[in-house]
Structure formats: C-alpha cells, structure tokens
C-alpha cells in the first residue's frame, strides 16, 4: 500500500524483499509451532509505505518495509519475532480491550505479557540477542507480579505505576509493534473480528494440549489463553435474573386507546369515555440479598466501589421498585451484620456511611444458612438472587439454594477453588468498579 503516488523502482524491490522476510518469518512459525497453523491462516501481513512500523488492524498486520528490513539487518530474527509477537496479541486478544482507563500502562503490559511468552517457549529460530536483557528485566518483574498476563501486569502498573527509566527500558526491549490502529476499529467489524479472534484462541488452547505434553514453557501461553478465552459476563445483564413481577402503578399503553379518551375530553369537558388502566404487571427488583465478603483479603474500599457500581447499575434501569426489600450480609467466617435496605435512601445512606465489619477468615456457608433463616421467617417475598462479592477463596456450601447466586469476583485466578456449578462466576476488573465510585 502507498501514498497514491506511483512506487519508483527501488520501492517496488524493497516492498518485494520485506514480503519474502516475512513468508520466511511464517514458514519459520508454521514448522516449530504446528499448533499456531489457524492463528497464521487468520492473520495476513500487508505492506504500507511510510508506516514507521508495524500494526494490526484486525485481521491485517500492516508494516513498512523499511521498517522490516531495518530490523532484519539489525537482527536476522527480527521479522520471526515481530510477526509471532503481533500474532500472540491477536491470539491473546489484547487489541480489542484498547479502551483501558490508563492505555499507556495497557501499551505495557501487553508486550510484556507476549514477550515472556516467546521467551519461555525457547524458541532458536525466534531468539535476539536482546533476550538475555529482556529475560533479566522479566523475572524482576515476575517477582513482583507472579504470572505474567496482560490483565495482572496491568493491574500492577495501575497500583505500582512504572518510573520513567523502567517504562524507556521495557519499551526498548519488548516494544516490535505500534498499538495505534487498535483503537481506531470501526465498530461494525470490531465484533465480528472479535468473535473471530476468539475462535482461534480457543482452537489454539484445544491443539496446545497435544503439542505442550512433556513439553516445558507452555505455561505462559497457556496462562494468557485462559485469560482470552474465558467468559466476560455482563454484570448488569445479570442483574436481570434478579427481576420479579410485581404491580408497577402506570398507563398500560397496550390496553388503552387514547382516541376514545381524548374524544371524550373534548366533546364532554374533563369527562373522558373510558378510564386509563392504570395497573400492568411489569418485571421489577423488589427482594434480593447482597453479602459482602469482609475477610481480611478484600478492602474496604473495593467493598464499597462495587456497591456503588451495584446500586448505579439498578438505579440507571427500569427494574427497581421505589420500595425495596433488600438485605446486605456481610460475612467472613460467621454474619456479622445485616443490614436491611428498604428505599433507594437507605441505600445511598449506607453507601455513604455504613461501617464494614469483620475482616476474619472466609467460609460462604453461614450466609447462605441466615439467608434459608430469613426465608423460613417470611422475611421475603419473593427472593430470586443472592449477589456474593468475595476474592473466592472459602469453602462453598454444597446444596443448591432455591434461588439463583452470582459469585462475583475481582480477578481470575487459577487458585482461587472451584465454585459450585449451580452457581454463576462474574469477573469484575477493578477499574470498572473505579469508573462507577
């Protein structure tokens, strides 16, 4: 791809050699990484003139040819790395979360991620000379974070923001490709790419465990596909499962024929032919339990942004009722407090002002066990859901409630003990608690 001016000669025999470059840096990938053989198919290398670099703009990876052969010159395994590097963010799915409160330290935490990737994979064919350096600088890093995934990495530089020196350093060593295009994605292609992308992952993790069998150094690759492939719920579309029928006073419009009402206004004065229908059942949140986790794991302050993101999330639509009956447990080993919310001002009230306490150990069965007293007593009338906001790790009661339970946490962690399948996992990302408070 040019400027629109005819390529000279010269141009023409650069563009031709970078896409010899990279159908080698492919092939080389093809042959060493067989299970990477639909991720390659998926994304296809293009030239652009004058680019500076290189990108992915969805299926495509733009690069300048000069930029390539620059690099190549510099290191004859410079093209391998940069086309593995741009296919890991495409399999990791890490140009599609470009809308990151603090995209800088996104930018850094994603490379960082792909590059210990390619570094633990021991890859001959894919190695720099840069490697030795760029290792050092990453078990650093992974002394301080533990697994090394774009979204833990990501985490940490939000809390532990990067000096200047060590984000100059992280770029020159890890840095192959520019993120630019990433958040310039038309939003009627970005989901169907998305989708794309994804079924790849997931046929990339069922052929990694064919090829990862007495191998080691798969751990890495493994861990950021479990990261791209998990499921995202939508923590407000969830909320929905917590709706009960309930009489909303209001117009029935699918009843009521205005013509007849206003006729009757205007030939008899205030005396209208037939009454509006004031009564219809509509879908409203009445009962539902909300029990926060008060162990010493989880702060205060996290405790109280999910609330609000809660509370924001129900008051924004239109199923919440004016009178509520809602009951907020909060728990570690035992209930220590149960608060009951009956208005939407008892609820910014508590918000504003309830204290948490406990801060013990965590074991989910008591509050399960209150919540069975509570019905027992008639406390509610219809209870659909208990929302328990917790970092998961306890112990899990074993019989299923007769309503439905959300158990939402902060992070995905592969330690953290399998929940019960009647339940459902939400993973809520600490920033989107920030972006609500």
Not at 59 to 83: C, H, M, N
Not at 213 to 219: R, S
Not at 241 to 264: L, P
Not at 277 to 287: A, C, F, M, V
């Amino acid at each position: 791809m040019t400027d629109g001016r005819k390529p000279s000669e010269r141009q023409k025999q650069i563009e031709k050699l970078a896409a010899q470059v990279f159908a080698l840096a492919q092939d080389a990938v093809l042959i060493h990484l067989r299970f990477l053989d639909v991720a390659v198919s998926g994304l296809k290398p293009r030239a652009r003139q004058n680019l500076g670099g290189a990108c992915i703009e969805g299926t495509i990876l733009w690069y300048d040819p000069v930029y390539v052969l620059l690099g190549y010159q510099e290191d004859s395994k410079f093209a391998v790395r940069l086309y593995l590097h741009a296919l890991l963010h495409c399999i990791f799915s890490h140009s599609f979360q470009a809308d990151k409160l603090d995209i800088d330290a996104w930018d850094l935490a994603v490379d960082v991620a792909v590059e210990k990737t390619i570094q633990d994979l021991s890859l001959p064919f894919a190695a720099m000379r840069s490697d030795t350096e760029a290792r050092g600088v990453l078990l650093q890093l992974q002394d301080e974070i533990g697994q090394l995934t774009a979204e833990r990495v990501y985490r940490y530089f939000r809390i532990n923001p990067p000096s200047s020196h060590r984000q100059q350093t992280i770029r020159r060593l890890f840095f192959k490709d520019m993120h630019a295009l990433w958040r310039q994605q038309k939003t009627e292609t970005l989901e169907v790419t998305q989708e794309m992308w994804k079924k790849i992952s997931e046929r990339v993790k069922a052929d990694l465990k064919s090829f990862s069998t007495g191998q080691t150094g798969a751990e890495s690759l493994q861990n950021n596909l479990a990261e791209a492939t998990r499921d995202r719920y939508d923590y407000g579309e969830l909320l929905r499962r917590f709706t009960v029928m309930g009489e909303h006073v209001q117009v029935n419009d699918d009843e009521f024929d205005y013509i007849y009402y206003t006729y009757g206004l205007a030939r008899y004065g205030n005396m209208p032919l037939i009454e509006p229908l004031e009564y219809r059942d509509s879908k409203k949140i009445r009962d539902f339990v909300i029990v926060l986790d008060t162990s010493a794991s989880c702060r205060g302050e996290l405790v109280r942004a999910f609330l609000k993101k809660t509370y924001s999330i129900l008051k924004s639509s239109e199923h919440f009722f004016a009178q509520v009956n809602v009951h907020i447990l909060q728990c570690d080993n035992e209930v220590r407090n149960d608060t009951k919310i009956s208005t939407q001002e008892d609820f910014e009230r508590f918000i504003k002002e309830g204290k948490l306490t406990g801060f013990g150990s965590t074991d989910f069965r008591p509050a399960f066990s209150y919540v069975d007293r509570l019905l027992m007593d008639g406390e509610f009338e219809n209870l659909k859901g208990l929302i328990y906001f917790t970092d998961g790790y306890g112990i899990y009661p074993e019989r299923m409630p007769e309503y439905d339970v959300i158990f939402a946490f902060l992070e995905d962690d592969d330690n953290q003990p399998q929940i019960p399948s009647w339940a459902i996992r939400v993973v809520l990302e600490e920033e989107q608690l920030e972006v609500d408070a």
